[in-house]
C-alpha cells in the first residue's frame, strides 16, 4: 500500500479511512484518553496476551501445578514461541528459541562467535545501546582479548582488518537509523568475521529477513513492538548450519541434551535448544505468546511502509516548527522511530505526556516517538504534533513541575 503524507487532518482521516492494517489497532487493549508513542521502550497490552497470561495463571498455574509442564506444554514453550516469531526475522522456525534477556545471549553469542571467526577480537560502536558496550567490553576483560570501541560507522571497518566479532544493531536506538544488513555480512563473511546482530529496535516494525541478508547470530527483546509486556524474555537466533559449531558460554541445564537425567557433566542438545540456559519464565512466555498472535496475518511489509509514512508524517510537522530531526529523512533508511532534538527536551516530553501523549526521552536532549503501525493512526501522530506545536508556541514546558525527574525517563 502506497502512503501519502497528509498536509492537513482531513488528509490524515482520509488515510486511517482505507488503512489496510487500521482493524488491527482493535486488537489491543489500549486506555481512553491516552496516544502512545513509546511503543519502542514498552508495547501496549494485547487482548490476546492479557487473556493468555489469565489462562496461563488461573488456569494451569492454579489447577494443574507442576503438571502444566507437561499438559500444558510449558516445556516447550521456549521453542513453540520460538517459532511462531521466526517468521517476523526471516527465520527458520527450528533457528530461534526464546531465553533470558537481551544482555545475556549477547554475552552468549559473542563469547561462541570467537571460535568460529578468524580471531577473538570483539568490536562494539560507541553509540550503540549501553548494554551492548558494557557485555562486550566485560567479555573482552574476562577473556582478555582485544576490544574495540569504535567510531560510529566504522564497526565494519574494523571487523574488516580483524575478523573478529562485531556486535551491531540493525535499528540504532537513537536515530533509528537501519542498518544494510546484507552488505554488512558481505564484509563479514569476507574478512572471516562474524556479526552478532541486536534486533530489539528493528522485530516488528521493520522487514527483517535473516536468511535473504545470509545473518548467522542475532537477538534482540520482545517488550518493544512485539508487545511481549514488561520484562519479557529475549529471543535468540542461529543459523541452522552454525548451531552445531557453537557452544553456550553458559551451559544451563535446560539446554542439556537430557535435562531430567541430571548428570554432572553437560552435553549440549543438538538443536537450537543448546542456548538454552535457566528455567524459562512461564507466564512472560505465556503473554508473549498471545502478542505475537496479533502478527499471524499481517504482512511486514505493510508494516514497514506505514513506519515509514508515520516517520514523514513526524519530520515534516517537526521541519515546519524548527525542530532539528535527528533520523534518517530517507524513509528506507530509518526504522519505527523519529528523534528530534531540542535543548528542553526532557520538559517537552513531560508536557507532553501531561496531556495525554506518552512519548519518550533519550539524555541529553533527544524526544523519541516510537511509531508503532498496528494501533497508531495518522490521526493520532498528526494530533500529538498539534500538541506539541501548542507546547512550544506558550512554552508551556516552561514549567517546574516539568522539571522534577523520575527514575525512569
Known sequence: MSYVIPADRGEAEALDSHDLLGHA???????????????HSLGPATH???DELERTASGHWRNELVKAWNSAGWFDLPRTVGASLARLIGARQDEVIIADSVSINLFKLAAAARSIARTPALIVEEDEFPTDQYIIEALSQLSGRDFVRAKSGDGLAHLERSGGVLVLSAVNYRSGEIRNMAAAEGVAH???GVIVWDLSHATGVTD??????????????????LNGGPGAPSFLYVRADTISRL??????????????????????????????SGTPPILSLAALSGALEVFESIDMSLVHDKARALGELVIARADALGLEVASPRDGRRRGGHVSLRHPN????????????ILADFREPDTIRFGLSPLFLRFTDVWDALDALADILATRAWDDPAFRQRSKVT
Open 247 to 276: 557452544e553456550s558460554p553458559l551451559p544451563g541445564w535446560m539446554g542439556h541434551e537430557k535435562p531430567f537425567a541430571f548428570e554432572p557433566v553437560y552435553a549440549p542438545a543438538s538443536g537450537i535448544q543448546r542456548f538454552a
Open 48 to 50: 490476546s496476551a492479557l
Open 345 to 356: 527536551g526532557y520538559e517537552i516530553v513531560q508536557a507532553l505526556i501531561h496531556r495525554g
Open 190 to 192: 569476507s574478512s572471516g
Open 208 to 225: 527483517v529477513n535473516l536468511q535473504e541478508a545470509g545473518a548467522r547470530l542475532a537477538t534482540g527483546c520482545t517488550y518493544k513492538y
Open 25 to 39: 489497532r482493535e486488537l489491543f487493549d489500549l486506555p481512553d484518553g491516552k496516544t502512545y508513542l513509546v511503543g
